[in-house]
């Protein structure tokens, strides 16, 4: 077992578990420096594809789409000048790689097969977990903009529901550089929004479907943690994040997870036709 009996049972009643030191920082030297790699190899002028939460999503585009499969790099809104060119080095201009590390990158795939992932979710009560998707979240310095209050399952639907969320502190997140925020107990409130692709047309859509206010309804709070951290979340648990507000980036590294045998929905985004289920 990788969660206690109070783990599981804090899990279940608050929507969120915080786990410190499951990683040593051996271990997440090798993330940052994997992920690095990837950067450097980033060809900017190629692909300049933004990622940003303020737009209701509507800047989703092929590069987004196809990074199902594959290992695409997402700049911050705020590294790019008007005229499109970026105002810093490339290392720090990256918002996020996604959504295929898992996959495709040796030390992701190598990482993720780290059996602690596998005994957790199985505490949880998954049967055949597998990984769908996972990102590299850099929260640059200065730069790393807000993620706004969302729920994980309006981006991965699925029959039954049934995602976890696991972010892996690659390195210390504390209410200045944009740790996360969680409402406890708030997984027990309804999807609030759904986003879906028309694939004809090949175009993303976020609707409402709740419009109860994100703030008010359950009092939020931070979930600071050290690196080698693990925070595991419910699908519907609401999360925010901060724009990093100091001088020091805040990596992470996330998985989600399903079970192997759920109706994955057409209408997701997130679609992997060629790929294997990668299997904790
Ligand atoms: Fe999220």
């Known amino acids: 077992m990788a969660l206690s009996d109070t783990d599981i049972e804090t899990f279940r009643e608050q929507g969120f578990l915080a786990i410190e030191g499951v990683f040593r920082p051996a271990q997440m030297a090798a993330l940052r420096s994997a992920a690095s790699e990837i950067v450097e190899g980033f060809d900017v002028d190629a692909h300049r594809t933004v990622f940003r939460t303020d737009d209701r999503d509507s800047g989703r585009d092929d590069y987004f789409f196809d990074s199902s499969e594959a290992v695409h790099c997402f700049l911050e809104a705020g590294a790019l000048d008007a005229d499109g060119s970026l105002n810093r080095d490339k290392s720090l201009a990256i918002n996020k790689i996604g959504h295929a590390l898992h996959d495709r990158e040796t030390t992701f795939r190598t990482f993720c097969s780290h059996p602690w992932f596998g005994a957790a979710l199985r505490d949880l009560g998954y049967g055949a977990p597998v990984v769908m998707q996972t990102m590299y979240i850099f929260k640059q310095p200065g730069i790393g903009g807000e993620v706004r209050w969302h729920q994980d399952a309006s981006y991965l639907i699925s029959a039954p529901p049934g995602v976890t969320g696991v972010w892996v502190a690659v390195e210390d997140a504390t209410e200045t ?13 309804p999807l609030r929004e759904r986003y879906t692709v028309d694939w004809r047309a090949r175009e993303g859509r976020l609707e409402t479907l709740d419009d109860t206010p994100w703030q008010g309804s359950e009092p939020a709070v931070p979930v600071p943690v050290p690196a080698g951290s693990v925070v595991l979340f419910h ?20 998985l989600h ?20 289920p990668f299997r904790l």
């Open 177 to 189: 550089n944009g740790c996360l925020w969680m409402q406890p107990g708030a997984h027990r409130l």
């Open 235 to 254: 699908e519907r648990m609401p999360h925010y994040s901060s724009e990093n507000r100091s001088q020091k980036s805040r990596h992470a590294f996330t």
């Open 257 to 276: 997870v399903t079970e192997q045998l759920v109706e994955w929905s057409p209408l997701n985004w997130l679609q992997r036709p060629t790929l294997p």
